[in-house]
């Protein structure tokens, strides 16, 4: 039973502040993603929780200890460092050994871990060889088998599929589900890949410049979005955003804006009262948009050429242009329409978000 | 280095013979013309070298071919070069046979083991020990590295006072404590070690310095690994920083070992060898025997011998560092 708790947990570089009063709490053998773009504090938000950085302000807590004065050695962690951090000295078994040696478990236990995991990971012809020896996947999979051989209680992991190509990355996606049924331990993972973050994350945290903009399961930060940061961030191609006029209040609960008209759904119309004649900002995501025949009429239909068509087997994403505002719409199994023509859309007034353009906060 | 070379070519004016503009060639020359350039091509690093190499050749080769040469004759200081004598190995065998020069190589050995041991211990423990960045840390550094740039010959003034019997600070020190007066340079026991305090003193900060250079260059990430792996500050060093400190260690403890066979200025201040012969080392058995009993085939012949010794440790640090590149450049790889 581990329960990590950040508690206003606050990381200054001098004067860089990097994360800003963090509040989070990971229970117990839950698999926590930790997501937001490069440079927003992910890896010190990992550090810290290591003990790798010193916590400028607040604490942390793990299983209700404050562990700002433990070493990392004290808080029964593994970790496997974005940029590797492999002994350059050692070979492939004697990196993954490392730890276990200095925990004095005995030899055929070590060898049968090592074994065991390097077989998962694909890395058992590697166990001879020294980092230097390796590719940049291959190094990747030996820190992410150094950490996994342990019995560490919390489990680090900083972007460890980033460098491996698409087929092994699902491979090993799929490894670490299974892993995760079979131990059930903390793991806290960093990465930028949607997908990892909504297949394997009990619970993901969307953070931005240092500060937490959402937390939640992958469903609630895909369906419920807080803000438009995450709206815009959870989802593969990103949520189209359009600025409009939300309609005033003699008129029908609708959102104009150039180069269309959307109605909205009758029950938002009271939260929505304070808004009305006044600007907003609209999202929707590109899935959301229905293919409408040429000709049929539809409600809140609109007409988008298309400026770039991808067709990418399974599904085609079109580029179009609506008003002055660059859309990606996904026009799903259909034949793929062909740059110049243009294609009718309707977009359900379930399916759109509606954000203060001042706050960004949804409405 | 075929870069190299070609970008050189490129400025190296060509013969008319070559037929071609002098800093462009022509696509299509002859095949005279491509063999004159080839040559000119692979020769061109070396005519840059030849400066060099002839102010090698007169500055170290003369001198050694020459010392070579008067060890297998019979000369005396002072008397006209004409006078010498060949005596083919008589200088060699001669020194095989006197119980002296077995006495030096022994306090040679002696010394210079000892002191390059203890340097390296003591320069790579306080490197370890003072890496972390602690307040007034650069200014203990800098003092700390002085000893090294003094000149041996103050060096050895300096300990010889601090050694006084009478006068000396160490000896003040001890007779306030109650040891009583150690006779540092005066007994035979004694002045070997005095010497080789005096010699540690100097060039720990040598190892220090380089040591510091390693533990400052090491991977910073693979020092953090070890720590969320369990490892404590002593086995983080031992099995993490001392492995990759390792081969500057070594390199640093070879250019000591080669300077610690030829030291001569220090010993020579503040023992001139004695008591008895109880610090002559080579250098000093060598400088006694051409200029105090005039001896200089004898002399050169002792001295070609100290420079085998000192050849074999540079031939071994050549030859690891020559490794050490092949290594790292399949890491660039
Ligand atoms: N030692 C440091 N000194 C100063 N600033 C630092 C230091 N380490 C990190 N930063 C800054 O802190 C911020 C967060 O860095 P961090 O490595 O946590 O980002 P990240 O979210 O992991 O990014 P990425 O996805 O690119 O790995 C960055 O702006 C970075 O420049
Ligand atoms: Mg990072």
Redesign the interface.
């Known amino acids: 039973m581990v329960e990590i708790v950040l508690e206003n947990v606050a990381k200054r570089f001098g004067p860089i502040s990097v994360i800003e009063g963090l509040n989070l709490t990971m229970r117990d053998n839950e698999f926590t993603v930790l997501v937001g773009p490069s440079g927003c504090g992910k890896s010190t938000t990992l550090r810290m929780i290591?003990?790798?950085e010193d916590v400028s302000d607040g604490e942390i807590y793990i299983n209700g200890k404050p562990v700002s004065h433990l070493?990392?050695?004290e808080r029964d962690?593994?970790?496997v460092?974005q940029?590797?951090?492999?002994?350059?000295?050692m070979n492939v078994a004697r990196n993954m050994s490392?730890?276990l040696r200095?925990?004095h478990y005995d030899r055929a236990e070590i060898a049968r871990r090592i074994e065991q995991v390097a077989d998962m990971l694909g890395i058992r012809e590697l166990l001879g060889r020294k980092p230097?020896?390796l590719s940049g996947g291959q190094r990747q999979r030996v820190a992410m088998g150094?950490a996994l051989v342990?019995d560490a209680s919390t489990f680090l992991f900083d972007e460890p599929l980033s460098n491996l190509d698409a087929k092994l990355r699902t491979q090993m996606r799929a490894e670490l589900a299974l892993m995760r049924q079979r131990i059930r331990k903390n793991m806290i993972y960093v990465t930028h890949d949607q997908i990892e973050a909504m297949t394997l994350g009990d619970r993901i945290i969307v953070m931005s410049k240092g500060k937490i903009m959402q937390a939640g399961t992958p469903e609630e930060l895909f369906k419920r979005p807080a803000n438009k940061f995450v709206a815009g961030f959870i989802g593969s191609p990103s949520m189209n955003f359009f600025d409009a006029e939300l309609a005033s209040n003699d008129g029908p609960l609708a959102v104009v804006g150039d180069g269309f008209s959307l109605g909205l759904p009758l029950d938002a119309a009271g939260r929505l009262k304070a808004h009305r004649g006044r600007p907003i900002t609209i999202g929707i995501r590109p899935t959301a948009f229905q293919v409408v025949a040429d000709g049929q009429s539809a409600e809140n239909a609109i007409r988008a050429p298309v400026v770039v068509s991808e067709y990418i087997g399974s599904n085609s994403i079109v580029m179009s242009e609506i008003g002055h505002t660059q859309v990606t719409i996904d026009i799903g199994s259909d034949a793929p329409i062909a740059v110049g023509e243009s294609v009718q859309v309707r977009v359900a007034p379930e399916a759109i978000y509606l954000f203060d353009p001042a706050t960004e906060r949804v409405l | 280095m075929p870069t190299t070379a070609d970008q050189t070519t490129l400025h190296v004016p060509q013969g008319p013979a070559l037929g071609d503009a002098p800093s462009r060639p022509r696509p299509h020359t002859g095949r005279r013309a491509r063999r004159g350039k080839r040559l000119l091509n692979r020769s061109t690093p070396y005519l840059f070298l030849l400066p060099a190499l002839a102010f090698m050749g007169v500055g170290l080769l003369y001198p050694v071919c020459r010392s070579v040469w008067l060890s297998f004759q019979d000369w005396k200081l002072g008397m006209a070069p004409e006078s010498a004598v060949f005596s083919g190995w008589e200088n060699y065998l001669s020194l095989l046979r006197d119980p002296n020069v077995y006495t030096s190589t022994g306090v040679t050995l002696t010394f210079a083991f000892t002191v390059v041991v203890l340097e390296v211990l003591l320069g790579v423990a306080l490197a370890l020990l003072l890496e972390r960045p602690i307040r007034g840390m650069s200014l203990f550094r800098t003092v700390f590295i002085l000893p090294m740039m003094v000149a041996p010959v103050v060096v050895g003034l300096i300990w010889r006072f601090m050694y006084s019997e009478q006068f000396g600070i160490l000896n003040k020190i001890a007779k306030a404590v109650g040891i009583g007066g150690v006779p540092w340079l005066s007994s035979q026991e004694m002045a070997l070690t005095s010497v080789i305090i005096a010699d540690v003193w100097q060039w720990t900060p040598f190892i220090f310095i380089l040591a510091m250079a390693a533990l400052q260059s090491l991977?910073a990430?693979?020092i953090?690994?070890?720590?969320?792996?369990?490892?404590?500050t002593w086995?983080t060093i031992w099995?993490?920083k001392l492995?990759?400190m390792m081969p500057v260690i070594i390199i640093a403890t070879l250019l000591r070992l080669i300077d610690a066979f030829k030291v001569l200025e220090v010993i020579y201040i503040m023992t001139d060898g004695g008591p008895g012969l109880s610090t002559e080392i080579l250098s000093l058995h060598i400088y006694k025997t051409a200029f105090v009993s005039q001896q200089l085939g004898r002399a050169s012949a002792l001295s070609n011998l100290l420079l085998l010794i000192v050849l074999a440790l540079s031939v071994a640090l050549f030859v690891f560092s020559k490794a050490r590149e092949r290594q790292a450049r399949?890491?660039a790889m």
């Open positions: 290591a003990g790798l070493e990392p050695k962690i593994a970790m460092f940029d590797y951090a492999l002994y350059p000295h490392f730890a200095l925990a230097r020896e150094r342990r | 991977p990430s693979a953090e690994a070890a720590r969320v792996d369990g490892a404590n086995q099995h993490v492995p990759l399949k890491v």
